[in-house]
C-alpha cells in the first residue's frame, strides 16, 4: 500500500457515518463542492461567481449562500444561492453598488449579514427576496469576516486594513465601538455561550481575545505564523486557529486563554503556481476551518495543497483528507444529504 492510499484508507476511518454535506468553496475553478462525508466523495460541483471565498448554511441545512469576491482588479457583487439536497443553484443575487461580499452570517426569517469590503458596511440581505434591506456601515477598512451572538443581538466585524473589529448592534442597526485588536485583524469567532470574541491578527501573528459585553480585550496570545481563521467548537471549550504560513492549526483553551496545541497538517503545496497564494511560499496554507456538530473533527482547507485535512480533535491528529476543487478555502456542514432530482 502507498502512503497516499494509506492516508486515503484513513480518510475514510475518520469519516462520520451520518449523513453531512460539506460545502467547499474553490476560489480559483469559480465553483462549490458538495463532499459526501459518508464516502468522502464529491456528489456534486456547481457553478458560481468569481472567486467564491466564503460559504453560510442556513440554519435548516438546505440552503448554502456563496459570497462571490471577484479576483485581482474585478471586484465581485453578488452572491449564490444553491439547494444543498437538490445540488443545484436557486439564484444569484445582485448586491448593486456594494462590491467585495466575503464574510457572511445567516440569521432567521430568510436573511443573512454579509460584509462588503468596498462599501466598509455590513450588510443585511433579504435571501428569499434576493435584495439587500440595509447596510451598516462600519466606517473601517476592508470588513472582511462577520461572526454573530448566539442570541442575535450583536455583530462583530473584523476589518484587516484598521486592525480592528467592530461591534454592531443589529436590532438598532448601528455600530456600537471599534476595538483596535492587532494588525491584520481577520479571523473571527464568538464562543457559543456569547461572552468572549476571538480575532486573529495575521500580521501581528497573534490572537486577541474580547469580552464581548465590556468590549474590552481580555488577553493577546501569540499565534505564529500567520493565524487567519478562527472557529470555536460547539462546547466552547477551544478556538481552532489556523495558521496559513506555518501550515497547522493551533487550538486555545477558552478557559485558560492558553495554546493547547499546534496540530500537523502534512500536505503539500501543489506544484504548480495558478491559483495559489504565492505569499505563503511553499506551505500548504491551510486558511478555512469548519468544525462537526459533534464537535469530534475538524475540517481544514488547504488553498495551496487542493486539500481538506480531516482532524481528529480528540487524538489532535490529522487522520485524512478530503479532495474538492482549486484553492478550497470557506467551507460550510449541512447535515441533509445531496440527492438530486432525475
Not at 55 to 81: E, F, H, K, M
Not at 116 to 135: F, N, P
Not at 274 to 295: H, K, M, T
Request: without cysteine.
Amino acid at each position: 500500500m502507498t502512503p497516499r492510499t494509506l492516508v486515503s484508507a484513513l480518510s475514510l476511518l475518520a469519516l462520520p457515518l451520518h449523513a453531512a454535506t460539506l460545502v467547499v468553496a474553490n476560489k480559483a475553478e469559480a465553483t462549490v463542492s458538495l463532499i459526501d462525508l459518508a464516502s468522502g466523495k464529491v456528489a456534486a460541483t456547481l457553478p458560481v461567481g468569481t472567486g467564491p471565498h466564503e460559504v453560510a448554511i442556513s440554519r435548516d441545512g438546505r440552503l448554502a449562500l456563496i459570497a462571490n469576491y471577484g479576483t485581482g482588479p474585478q471586484p465581485g457583487s453578488s452572491l449564490t444561492l444553491i439547494d444543498i439536497p437538490g445540488a443545484k443553484v436557486v439564484k444569484t443575487i445582485d448586491l448593486g453598488e456594494h462590491r467585495r461580499p466575503h464574510g457572511m452570517a445567516f440569521l432567521g426569517n430568510g436573511r443573512a449579514l454579509v460584509t462588503s469590503e468596498a462599501s466598509q458596511a455590513l450588510l443585511e440581505v433579504d435571501v428569499e427576496a434576493g435584495k439587500v434591506l440595509r447596510a451598516i456601515l462600519t466606517g473601517q477598512e476592508l470588513s472582511h469576516m462577520v461572526a454573530v451572538t448566539p442570541d442575535g443581538s450583536r455583530a462583530f466585524v473584523a476589518n484587516i486594513r484598521s486592525g480592528s473589529i467592530t461591534a454592531l448592534d443589529l436590532k438598532e442597526g448601528k455600530k456600537i465601538a471599534d476595538v483596535q485588536t492587532g494588525a491584520g485583524a481577520e479571523g473571527i469567532a464568538v464562543t457559543p455561550d456569547g461572552r468572549q470574541v476571538w480575532v486573529t491578527n495575521r500580521e501581528a501573528d497573534t490572537v486577541a481575545v474580547v469580552d464581548s459585553s465590556s468590549l474590552k480585550i481580555v488577553k493577546t496570545i501569540p499565534a505564529a505564523a500567520f493565524p487567519i481563521r478562527a472557529e470555536a467548537t460547539p462546547d466552547g471549550k477551544r478556538v481552532l486557529v489556523s495558521l496559513a504560513k506555518s501550515g497547522d492549526l493551533a487550538v486555545f483553551s477558552t478557559s485558560r486563554l492558553a495554546l493547547e496545541t499546534r496540530v500537523k497538517l502534512e500536505a503539500t503545496a501543489v506544484a504548480d503556481k495558478a491559483g495559489r497564494l504565492l505569499q505563503f511560499g511553499d506551505s500548504s496554507a491551510p486558511v478555512g476551518i469548519e468544525i462537526a456538530p459533534d464537535g469530534k473533527r475538524a475540517y481544514v482547507a488547504h488553498a495551496n495543497a487542493d486539500q481538506i485535512s480531516i482532524v481528529d480533535l480528540a487524538e489532535g491528529r490529522r487522520v485524512g483528507f478530503l479532495t474538492a476543487g482549486k484553492e478550497p478555502d470557506g467551507m460550510g456542514m449541512s447535515p441533509l444529504d445531496v440527492k438530486p432530482s432525475k
